[in-house]
């Protein structure tokens, strides 16, 4: 049979796994070395493969000589081949059914969806656990028929598919812990439900970027739909509702939510996005990828409560019920203002005169000087300062330093500056 036009599998990877491109190098997990046997092909005691094989963007269109496959591969546990030409999900079947040991196997952006997967050639997959068909535009009928055929298939990946809708096999997929389907076009949630119902087990459930826009599920059908789920990414959905947010206190082992992105909190700031999450979702003990703490939970609800207590009753979520609760009904913060003083009243005392002004504190004792110059009628070169805090118990400081600043005294409104002439 004619092999299809174009790099074969094998030529790729004597070529990039030969001793000039790839020497060998002892030590564990440096690289396996395949002796040479009578029986075996002339090339194979040249090549140097490692048990991770990455063959990406190499133009690979077929397998070539399934014999030399299986002769330098036996060992091999990934395999990235994305970005190539293959087209014929026979020649990818050819390849992999020669790696005995695969276990994760990388097809993105492969054109395999110009031909029909049969459950023949899905067999030859069967030890794979992690498998990803990013780009590739796989339909539904071809992952019906890979997850028929991959019993122990824990992770799968199938972004940038150009999926609207879901199609649901006959028979739902136990092993499935990890789902990354990101970058499609599932926005309604009667599509999305369909992956709970499909895969049953599922941990981790990978949304962004879908625009999905509104959770439309009653809660006790929510917990059966996905008892196991402990991660869900909803980056750059459509989700519009805090309803939708308290929906996920639904999932029975929800422990890591990704939010950000959404249209329900651009109004908010970033303090106001995190706080008022985290209140919502007592369970959740990291959000967008940092840990929630039990003091940043305290505080999250604290500020919950303070943010609605001024909200009509009829529009109060019921998670501030909860919390009143629990913490009582907290009075609003008093408004503290940490801005330095800009300026102060100080009494100035010259001889037995005595004058109340107002000076600035970003200025100098210097500039001060001058400010006094006209008051005590003295020259600023004859001037001696000296500053009284009326709260400090230990007398007047000199203030000798003509480029010190005021504010690095402490001044107060009260205090005294007490002017003497050097003739004096």
Known sequence: MDQ??????????CEKYSPENFPYRRGPGMGV??????????????????????????GITCAGDEKEIAAFCAHVSEL???????????????????????????????????????????????????????NSKASWETVHTILQELPDLEELFLCLNDYETVSCPS???????????????????????????????????????????????????????FPNLRSISLHKSGLHSWEDIDKLNSFPKLEEVRLLG????????????????????????KLNGSVVTDGEREDSERFFIRYYVDVPQEEVPFRYHELITKYGKLEPLAEVDLRPQSSAK?????????????????????????????????????????YFDH???????????????????GIRDGDKIYVESKTK
């Open 4 to 13: 299809p036009s174009g790099r074969s599998f094998m030529q790729v990877l």
């Open 346 to 386: 100080v009494e100035v005392h010259f001889n037995d005169q005595v004058e109340e002004i107002s000076i600035r504190l970003d200025q100098t004792v210097a500039e001060l000087k001058k400010q006094l110059k006209t008051l005590v009628q003295l020259p600023t070169s004859s001037m001696l300062l000296y």
């Open 391 to 409: 709260e400090a118990p230990f007398g007047p400081e000199e203030m000798k330093y003509s480029s010190r600043a005021l504010h690095s005294f």
């Open 33 to 58: 070395h395949v002796p040479a046997t009578p029986q075996g092909s002339p090339m194979k005691d040249r090549l140097n493969l490692p048990s991770v094989l990455v063959l990406n963007s190499c």
């Open 262 to 285: 959404i249209p329900l909190l651009q109004p908010y700031t970033t303090e106001e996005r995190r706080k008022l999450v985290v209140a919502r979702l007592p369970s959740v003990s």
């Open 80 to 134: 990235d081949l994305s970005d190539n030409k293959l087209e014929d999900w026979h020649e990818v079947s050819k390849i992999v059914s020669n790696v005995p040991q695969l276990e994760f196997l990388n097809l993105s952006s492969n054109p395999l969806n110009l031909s029909v997967l049969e459950r023949t050639c899905a067999g030859s997959f069967s030890g794979v656990r992690k498998l990803v068909l990013n």
């Open 171 to 225: 028979i739902c997929c136990h092993s499935l812990k990890l789902l990354h389907i990101t970058d499609n076009n599932l926005q309604d949630w009667t599509e999305i439900r369909k992956l709970g119902v499909m895969f049953p087990s599922l941990d981790t459930l990978v949304l962004a970027n879908n625009h999905l826009n509104a959770i439309e599920e009653p809660d006790d059908s929510l917990a059966r739909l």
